[in-house]
C-alpha cells in the first residue's frame, strides 16, 4: 500500500457542484495533515490544515478520520477559479523529516 | 512575491554540464527543502536542510549535490544528468526543522536534460 493515495482524476464538474475527494495514509502514527493547491506549471500552496474535529473556510471543509485513515476536501459551489490540482500532505511521526505527498487529484471546474 | 525565490525559472543543459540550482527563502525559516516533480508523479523529497546541516538524503542520486551556507540559501549542484531527471525542481521552506508545519515553495525551476 503506498504512504498517501489519492484518486488522479480529473474531476470534471459544472460550476456551483459540489465534489469532494478523499486521500488515504498508511502510517497510522502520522502527526499532521494539509491540503495543498497546485496550479497548472505553478508551485504549489498550502490550502488548509486538516484539524482533527473537521474544520471549514469558506466553500472549502476538510475532515480527518484517524479510524479509517483517511482525510477529505469538500468543495461546495465550484467556480471556475477552483480548477487545479490538490495535494494531500501527511506528516510523518515526530522524529522524521519526510512529509509525504500524495501525487494530487486534478480539478475541472466547467462553466 | 512567495519568500522563496528560485533561479533560473527554466533551465536547459546537456548531460555534460554542470549547472546550479539558487534557493533563497526570506521567512526567517530553519529548514530548507528540494522537492522533484515529474510529470503525473507525486512530489518526491530530495534533500532536507535544517539549520545548515542536512538531514535527510532520501536516496538521491550523486550527480545532485546540495549546499546550504546558511539559513537562508540554498543550492542544488547538477553535474552529468540524464534526460529522465528532465523536471520541476522546487525549493520550499518551512518554520520548524523535522517537518513540514507549514510550507513555503518557491515558484520552481523548470529543467530540461537534452
Known amino acids: 500500500r503506498k504512504e498517501v493515495e489519492q484518486d488522479p482524476g480529473p474531476f470534471n464538474v459544472p460550476e456551483g457542484a459540489t465534489v469532494a475527494f478523499n486521500c488515504t495514509y498508511s502510517n497510522s502514527a502520522s502527526q499532521s495533515f494539509f491540503w495543498y493547491r497546485q496550479d497548472c506549471r505553478k508551485e504549489p500552496k498550502l490550502l488548509m490544515s486538516?484539524?482533527?474535529s473537521g474544520n471549514e473556510d469558506g466553500r472549502f471543509t476538510a475532515q480527518l478520520n484517524r479510524a479509517s485513515q483517511y482525510i477529505s476536501l469538500l468543495i461546495r459551489d465550484s467556480k471556475l477559479s477552483d480548477s487545479a490540482t490538490y495535494l494531500c500532505?501527511?506528516?510523518?511521526?515526530?522524529?522524521?523529516?519526510?512529509?509525504?505527498f500524495g501525487r494530487g487529484t486534478s480539478l475541472i471546474v466547467h462553466p | 512575491e512567495t519568500g522563496v525565490t528560485q533561479t533560473p525559472r527554466h533551465l536547459v543543459m546537456g548531460m555534460t554540464n554542470k549547472k546550479s540550482l539558487k534557493c533563497e527563502q526570506h521567512l526567517g525559516h530553519n529548514a530548507m527543502y528540494w522537492y522533484k516533480q515529474s510529470a503525473k508523479k507525486p512530489l518526491e523529497l530530495m534533500f532536507v536542510y535544517s539549520l545548515e546541516e542536512r538531514v535527510e538524503n532520501n536516496s538521491v542520486p550523486s550527480r545532485f549535490s546540495p549546499e546550504c551556507p546558511n539559513s537562508s540559501h540554498l543550492f542544488l549542484h547538477l553535474h552529468t544528468l540524464q534526460p529522465e531527471d528532465s523536471a520541476l525542481y522546487l525549493c520550499a521552506s518551512s518554520p520548524k526543522p523535522g517537518q513540514i508545519t507549514e510550507a513555503f515553495f518557491g515558484q520552481g525551476t523548470r529543467l530540461t536534460v537534452v
Open positions: 486538516v484539524y482533527s
Open positions: 500532505v501527511v506528516n510523518p511521526p515526530a522524529g522524521s523529516y519526510i512529509p509525504t
